[in-house]
């Protein structure tokens, strides 16, 4: 319930990342990330949530090492992932310790078929079997399968979407950044999509963290969750937990305490309370 204390991240087990009290600038100028810290258990989903222009794509480039084509670094604070500290490093280098992204808007290889595409993601593990690994995510993405030989440019944005997530799999990630999987897709599909991830996450193990601001759908699918506003954690909580609290409700899942939905004028003029300042 949402006055009952949340469940912290340390009771759900061992973390396999630990971002302590990072700050990230932008162009040695622009400061982005304001002291977060969040922790990502062992074999759990994670949701990072939060308006646009929080931050919440910054800090899965701080993860993912691809802070430098931005021409980003992380400036304090520390990133430790299953015990090796991350910040700062390349992103090639952080791909082959177990951690991989899917970025926000699929960047799939347009001119490849859907199958090429999966096999780009082998390039860290070429001594692996091809077709066997391709087999395995067919087995997740169906779809995939019946669409192998077309090429990606001509798939939905749906498919599109399974595709980066497959060829992120094939890499066999130990933790799995995803970047609004949601993003332009029709509800069912985003649906179908969380689903998928959450039978990855219960069959192989795969931490995930996922940056959402599709909070009801993130909130049902992942374990704990941590809420981000202008470069800061505001709050986090067992998911539960934040989908019943009432500050969650009205700004984040769009529900007022009166019933019905807010709109996005009535939430933007609506005062915080003060443990959200």
């Keep these: 319930m949402a006055g009952e204390r949340p469940t912290r991240p340390e009771d759900l087990g061992e973390a396999i990342l630990e971002v302590n009290n990072i700050e ?22 994670t949701a990072l949530l939060g308006p646009n222009g929080a931050g919440k794509t910054t800090t899965l480039r701080a993860i993912s090492g691809l802070l430098k084509p931005e021409y980003g670094r992380v400036t304090d604070g520390r990133i430790t992932y ?16 177990g951690i991989v992204q899917v970025p926000e808007g699929r960047h799939v290889f347009k001119h490849l078929t859907v199958e090429e595409n999966l096999r780009v993601g082998l390039y860290i593990h070429r001594g ?12 997740y993405f169906p779809r995939l399968g019946e669409l ?27 933790l799995l950044l995803l970047d609004e999987p949601s993003l332009g897709l029709a509800p069912l599909l985003v649906r179908e999509i969380f689903a ?20 009801a759908v ?16 505001v709050l986090e909580g067992s998911a539960d937990y934040l989908a019943q609290n009432p500050d969650v409700s009205e700004f984040y899942l769009g529900v007022a305490k ?14 915080r309370r003060k443990r959200f300042m």
């Design 82 to 97: 299953e015990g090796r500290r991350l910040e700062n490093r390349g992103p090639e280098e952080i791909v082959r310790l």
């Design 128 to 139: 692996r079997h091809a077709r066997e690994e391709i087999e395995r995510i067919y087995r």
């Design 218 to 233: 993130a909130l049902e699918a992942a374990h704990y969750g941590y809420i981000m506003e202008q470069g800061r954690i």
């Design 258 to 271: 009166g019933g019905g939905r807010k709109s996005f004028r009535e939430v933007k003029a609506y005062r």
């Design 24 to 45: 990230v600038v932008y162009h040695d100028v622009i400061q982005v990330l304001r002291g977060v810290s969040l922790r990502v258990p062992k074999g759990r989903i």
């Design 148 to 174: 192998r030989n077309k090429l990606a440019g001509y798939t939905s944005g749906g498919e599109q979407q399974m595709l980066a997530i497959g060829r992120a799999l094939m890499a066999r990630p130990r």
């Design 196 to 215: 998928i991830v959450e039978r990855i996450n219960a069959e192989e193990g795969v931490s995930v963290l996922v940056v959402e601001q599709n909070a």
